[in-house]
């Protein structure tokens, strides 16, 4: 399969919340441990994140944000 017609959706162990224009990623687990497993995503990466459906493919993702980036 071409990487362009793959198809992705956020993991369900993982919780995005945005805040102050960042999008903040953890898991739900209970270990102090996930702790290190939180990530911060600027606003093209949160977009990207929020476009991830399982619907969508890679390159409807990529021209979804490079419409948006190119206006």
Known sequence: MNHL???YRPD???VSREIAGETILAPIRQ????L???YTLDQV???IWEL???QRSVAQVRDAIVAVRTV
Do not use: T
């Not at 270990?31 to 996930?34: F, I, L, T, V």
């Open 5 to 7: 017609q793959a198809r």
């Open 12 to 14: 369900p162990a993982i």
């Open 31 to 34: 270990s102090a441990r996930d």
């Open 36 to 38: 290190e497993s939180i």
């Open 45 to 47: 990466g949160g977009r």
């Open 52 to 54: 991830l459906d399982g």
